[in-house]
Nanobody
Framework: VQLLESGGGLVQPGGSLRLSCAASGSISSLNVMGWFRQAPGKQRELVASITSGGITNYADSVKGRFTASRDSAKNTVYLQMNSLKPEDTAVYYC??????????WGKGTLVTVSA
């Protein structure tokens, strides 16, 4: 399984970005897909996840601002990020997990929120 993120960049506080993660390879084995982020000097943390059935889960810090979605036909998951804050600045990683718990990771895309 290969995961390729795109959509990161520089945005002003209050702005929006949409991240995409395209999956290729043995994608039929994937169950939960999601987004993690890691800010400088901090541990990687879960931002949002979405199951193959469309059930979503969000970190408290992004609830109401971020939305995860999944297009099975395109083997792609998205993270719509609105009302961005400087504390959202981080490298965002796409993650995919099989029912047996095997994790796959993308290389990450940098999101910088700054005036």
């Amino acid at each position: 399984v290969q995961l390729l993120e795109s959509g990161g960049g520089l945005v002003q506080p209050g702005g929006s970005l949409r991240l995409s993660c395209a999956a290729s390879g043995s994608i039929s084995s994937l169950n939960v897909m999601g987004w993690f982020r890691q800010a400088p000097g901090k541990q990687r943390e879960l931002v949002a996840s979405i199951t193959s059935g469309g059930i979503t889960n969000y970190a408290d810090s992004v609830k109401g601002r971020f939305t995860a979605s999944r297009d099975s036909a395109k083997n792609t998951v998205y993270l719509q990020m609105n009302s961005l804050k400087p504390e959202d600045t981080a490298v965002y990683y796409c993650n995919a997990k099989t029912p047996l718990g095997t994790n796959y990771w993308g290389k990450g895309t940098l999101v910088t929120v700054s005036a």
